[in-house]
Nanobody, 119 residues
Framework: QLQLVEIGGGSVQVGGSLRLSCIASGDAVIPTVNAMGWYRQTAGDEREKVAVANNDGSTDYADSVKGRFIISRDYAKHTVTLEMNNLKPDDTAVYYC???????????WGRGTLVTVSS
């Protein structure tokens, strides 16, 4: 099994910044993880990709966050971090950490952390 624990989140005003971190644990599965990232979801909407960081160093961002959010991974510490800058009310959502293992044919999720951006 792979456990993902999110750290961070909270409330911030428009234009502010927040950092989300996610720590992965599960020695047997971690070596099989090929990507980690962040998704978000608001009530009534589907979960959407925010940013993903692949093992080959490539990253992928949602158009809505390009230029404002930065994703990074620390492979030694098994973490993925999302730096969120110039936050907007539309960024308000529950943010979920995600890890994908092609070998295990599974996608893993954290429990989520709430980010609220107020004007």
């Amino acid at each position: 099994q792979l456990q993902l624990v999110e750290i961070g989140g909270g409330s911030v005003q428009v234009g502010g910044s927040l950092r989300l971190s996610c720590i992965a644990s599960g020695d047997a599965v971690i070596p099989t993880v090929n990507a980690m990232g962040w998704y978000r979801q608001t009530a009534g909407d589907e979960r959407e990709k925010v940013a993903v960081a692949n093992n080959d160093g490539s990253t992928d961002y949602a158009d809505s966050v390009k230029g404002r959010f930065i994703i990074s991974r620390d492979y030694a510490k098994h973490t993925v971090t999302l730096e969120m800058n110039n936050l907007k009310p539309d960024d308000t959502a529950v943010y979920y950490c995600n890890a994908e293992s092609v070998i295990m044919r599974r996608v893993y999720w954290g429990r989520g952390t709430l980010v609220t951006v107020s004007s």
